[in-house]
């Protein structure tokens, strides 16, 4: 492994059906993640995407490059763009730092209206 | 009649499933399409001498050539304009195969349309080139005009406007579709028909037209073998002759956007290709038994009815009112359910039908159909089939 | 500061949550719900002997569907940032550092401390204000196994705005050398028509060439800037974040018998009709694009 290795890329279709699906996994019940008319009254075109949710999938998206035996030991994320249903996002990322067994990766997560989310991850392997 | 008329046939279909995320690569589609179609037409890979597909199809043919066996190729095109370019497929392997360049070819197209670029999300951040094709959408997208739904609605508002038809009328091509569909099981709406006041409460997507006028999108892989009739004769199926197969690209033809013809409540690119049907095969509209019409939109079935001749200017909508469509109407439409109804493959699915229903095999078969027109991509260059038994 | 930034300043290192249990220990079936939504096959999160996703630390503690509201620092928080209009919350920032994987039978705990309350910032939502706090997780036994920096934007919906925090520019046209002179044009509120120099025909879009001469020739006419409704779009779906909707697009015949696609302004769908008057305005849509749109000509008729 080395710096600047890139990781293969993943898209996501963002179906309504995955926003609430994960939502609710995520014990996350705020009407703006299951209800259109709500989100909408509060200012949103449709219902998006939690912020747990955009953790969990950044989250699945570095540990199933770094293998089962890589451990989380950082997680930070920022968010842009909201995931909307009907929108794709791909997960792009790089590897930007490598201290002993600690990783770091560069993550990017961009939708259709720009980049949904920005941040990195570190695995210790 | 011309001697390319009956020259060649159809003599093999295959297809991978039809779906919402093949999870396969689109050259492992192709791959399968192509590779079923060779064993449906009893050919072996290494048969095959001649391949054409799409510009728009991502697989070049030594690509799939390679992976499935098929060797010296002597014969390889490319038909451009996205849809437009699915008859235009068979017409270059008839003419290949015609004119002795080539004895076996086989016609594909696989992409994963839903689960990949979807091209029903618009042109508006495609990246920048400067060269000509790329510059004829610098008149569209800085306004926000970007989509397909969006470059048919505006030919659909002016045909409403100039014949008094209405999203009704449109709506039924639909409903057709989806009933067709509805008994298909290999279709993605199988068991799932709708009705007009269902089309008429789905959402806008481009006034004047609803979701419901919008094909799907898909992914999955088709592809077809083209022979001479002669060899024809010697292999398991009954030929889908290529009675008539022609291309047409018109006066100030822009890609789904010739909005600055005198008029544009007709498609006149699809009468060239009609014209050139009927002078090749010396049949006409009241010949034809089926019809698989391009229906990517619902509007443009409307004058491709007028442009083929099966009606009048203006008349096509009173044409649908009278069941004409129907499966036991005089002209059963889209019996597979469609790019509405069945899947959205650039319309090479409907060639497959076309080719099942010449076979008397078609899941809706409407009877004995000695011969049937197929139509490819609509408001872009594009062609068309006449197909028939031998 | 205005009294109610002072009210808001009170809060700043105030616990917002006292440390308050998850209602359920780390669970499997939880578990096997979360990697479930989210796709992840990791075999260790239901293994032999599982271990819960790290990013799923913040999902243990959430309150859950229909609690009850349980006066705290929170809610008194929120009551008072609703009282300042700022109704509505996203969250923008979430930095978590893990100290210990927990497994199923740990019991993870939460604490939230109020770091910063920002002043009132413009943003593509709306008006609002950043929210930071800490959210420090413990075991059973009081060990932190992770924190969480967590960072919202509590703010005032602004009616059917887009929600991009940058405005994003329409698409670029593809100009190259044979349609420049028409955007240059455009630049400086000319709407221009190409005209052949050796037939005089009028052409657009515009070509290298004359179809109906063949001469490469060729020269520009200003047009009147009137013109008629020849078709239009109402766009709806998919929507481009450069634009509002419904949108109007339509195709306009100019009075020197040209026609180009355009936008409609001043007029809503149901008041247009095909054929019916229009005017050229000017829309410095940024500072590289200016585009024509039409209105509809003010008219006698009431
Ligand atoms: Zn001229």
Redesign the interface.
């Known amino acids: 492994m080395n710096i600047g290795d890139v990781l293969p890329p993943l898209e996501i279709p963002l179906t309504r059906s995955l926003i609430v699906a994960t939502a609710i996994a995520s014990r996350d019940y705020q009407d703006v993640h299951h209800d259109p008319a709500l989100a909408q009254e509060r200012g949103s075109p449709d219902i998006f995407m939690n912020i747990l949710t955009t953790n969990g999938l950044v989250d699945r998206f570095v540990t199933s490059w770094a293998g089962p035996t890589a451990v989380v030991k950082r997680i930070r994320i920022r968010l842009g763009a909201p995931n909307h249903p009907g929108d794709t996002m791909t997960l792009t990322g790089s590897v930007s730092a490598i201290d002993d067994r600690r990783v770091t990766v560069d993550v990017v997560g961009t939708n259709q209206v720009g980049v949904h989310v920005s941040g990195l991850v570190e695995v210790e392997l | 009649m011309s001697g390319f008329s009956g020259a060649t046939a159809i003599v093999g279909i295959g297809a991978t499933e039809f779906s919402k995320e093949s999870g396969r690569s689109e050259l492992q589609l192709a791959c399968e399409a192509v590779t079923a179609a060779i064993a449906d037409a009893g050919l072996r890979p290494s048969d095959v001498d001649g391949m054409v597909t799409f510009t728009a199809e991502t697989s070049a043919e030594i690509h799939v050539a390679r992976n499935v066996g098929i060797g010296d190729l002597s014969f390889f095109s490319r038909v451009p304009h996205g849809g437009g370019a699915a008859c235009g497929t068979v017409a270059h392997a008839a003419a290949a195969i015609h004119a002795g360049l080539a004895e076996v070819v086989v016609c594909w197209r696989a992409f994963n349309e839903r689960s990949g670029e979807r091209y029903g999300l618009g042109q508006a951040d495609r990246p920048m080139d400067t060269n000509a094709d790329r510059a004829a959408y610098a008149w569209m997208t800085p306004f926000g005009l970007s989509t397909p739904a969006q470059w048919v609605g505006m030919f659909a508002r002016r045909y409403m406007h100039e014949y008094g038809a209405t999203s009704e009328d449109f709506g039924r091509i639909s409903v057709i579709d989806r009933a067709r569909a509805a008994t298909n099981p290999k279709a993605h709406f199988f068991g799932r028909p709708i009705t007009l006041e269902e089309h008429q409460a789905s959402r806008w997507i481009a006034e004047p037209l609803h979701l419901l006028d919008c094909c799907q999108e898909t992914d999955g892989g088709q592809a077809l073998v083209v022979v001479s009739a002669e060899r024809a004769r010697d292999l398991p199926h009954v030929p889908a002759l290529v009675v008539g197969a022609a291309q047409g690209s018109g006066h100030d033809q822009h890609m789904m956007t010739s909005y600055y013809r005198p008029s544009i409540s007709g498609i006149p690119e699809m009468g060239l290709v009609g014209n050139q049907l009927w002078a090749q095969s010396g049949l006409g509209p009241s010949d034809m038994q089926a019809a698989v019409l391009y229906d990517h939109f619902t509007p443009f079935v409307l004058p491709q009815l007028e442009e083929l001749g099966f009606c009048g200017r203006g008349e096509a909508a009173d044409f649908i009112r009278d069941g004409h469509l129907e499966l036991d109407g005089s002209l059963p439409l889209n019996t597979h359910g469609g790019q509405l109804g069945e899947a959205y493959l650039h319309g090479m699915n409907g060639i497959a039908e076309a080719v099942r229903l010449v076979r008397g095999t078609s899941v809706n078969q409407p009877g004995d159909v000695r011969n049937v027109v197929v139509t490819a991509g609509t408001g872009v260059p594009t062609s068309g089939l006449v197909l028939g038994a031998a | 500061m205005s009294a109610y930034d002072d009210r808001l300043a009170a809060f700043v290192g105030r616990p917002l949550v006292a440390l308050r249990p998850a209602a359920d220990p780390v669970n499997v079936p ?1 578990i096997r ?2 990697v ?9 999160y239901l293994g032999a002997s599982p271990v819960a ?4 630390m ?2 243990w503690t ?5 609690a009850p509201v349980v006066a705290g620092g929170f809610d008194e928080l929120v009551a008072l940032l609703a009282e300042g209009g700022y ?12 100290v210990r ?1 927990v497994v199923p039978g740990d019991h993870v705990s939460v604490e939230e401390v109020v770091e910063a309350i920002s002043p009132e910032k413009a943003t593509g ?2 008006a609002g204000r950043f929210v930071t706090t800490l959210k420090t997780y413990c075991d059973a036994a009081g060990s932190v196994v992770a924190t969480q920096r967590w960072r919202t934007l509590r ?1 005032q ?3 059917s ?6 405005e ?1 520019p ?7 050398l ?2 420049a002179f028409w ?1 240059e044009a455009a630049r400086e509120h000319r709407l221009v028509v190409q005209r052949c120099l050796a037939c005089k025909t009028l052409r ?2 515009p070509g290298p060439a004359c ?1 109906e001469c063949q001469s490469f020739d060729w020269d520009t006419v200003e047009a009147s800037g009137r013109g008629t409704l ?14 509002d909707y ?2 109007l ?1 339509a ?1 306009v015949e100019l009075d020197e018998g ?6 409609l302004t001043g007029v809503t ?1 149901d008041a247009l009709s ?1 054929g019916m008057p229009l005017e050229v305005e000017w829309l410095d ?1 940024d500072p590289e ?1 200016t ?1 024509p749109v039409f209105r509809p000509v003010a008219t006698l008729e009431h």
């Open positions: 939880m719900h979360w479930e939504a989210m796709g992840d096959t990791n075999p260790r996703p790290a990013s799923m913040q999902a959430m309150r859950g569907f229909g109704t509505s919350v996203v969250a923008t920032d979430s930095d978590f550092e893990f994987e939502l709306g703010f919906p602004v009616a705005s887009p929600v991009e925090p940058v994003t329409r698409p670029r046209p593809a100009v190259n044979d349609n955007f657009h879009p179809p020849y078709s239009f779009v109402v766009a709806h779906h998919p929507r481009h974040p450069a634009f419904p949108l697009i195709v040209t026609r180009l696609i355009t936008n769908a095909i849509a694009l585009l």
